[in-house]
């Protein structure tokens, strides 16, 4: 299982931004996808947003528009921007990534990562 470290959760008003990061801490991205998954109290987890190394890309319907995906070879992370966040986009974030696995545009699975972190809090007042 690989190590992703994950950092830039916190408390923001609705319609404000935040930005967060993951970056495996033993190996360097070279294939497959790393994702952003999210769960909020009482509901299920939900796959947001996903990049591989073939570009492919997948957001969630109800991120479009708002959220960015994007990864940075020199520094080997992973970004997920947030922009014009609602309360209903409060949950805790995962990062989660698998060097065999390549991002479709029709929705990303939980049990399709081998790798996960340990997850960021993301509060929305609002």
């Known amino acids: 299982q690989l190590q992703l470290v994950e950092s830039g959760g916190g408390l923001v008003q609705s319609g404000g931004s935040l930005r967060l990061s993951c970056r495996p801490s033993?190996?360097?991205?070279?294939?497959?996808?790393i994702a952003w998954f999210r769960q909020a109290p009482g509901k299920e987890r939900e796959g947001v947003a996903c990049?591989?190394?073939?570009?492919?890309?997948y957001y969630a319907d109800s991120v479009k528009g708002r959220f960015t995906i994007s990864r940075d070879s020199s520094t080997n992370t992973v970004t997920l921007q947030m922009n014009s966040l609602k309360p209903e986009d409060t949950a805790v974030y995962y990062c989660?990534?698998?060097?065999?696995?390549?991002?479709?545009?029709?929705?990303?699975?939980?049990?399709?990562?081998?790798?996960w972190g340990q997850g960021t809090q993301v509060t929305v007042s609002s």
């Open positions: 989660a990534a698998d060097p065999d696995y390549y991002c479709s545009a029709t929705g990303i699975l939980w049990s399709d990562f081998g790798s």
């Open positions: 033993r190996f360097r991205l070279g294939r497959g996808s």
């Open positions: 990049i591989s190394f073939s570009d492919a890309m």
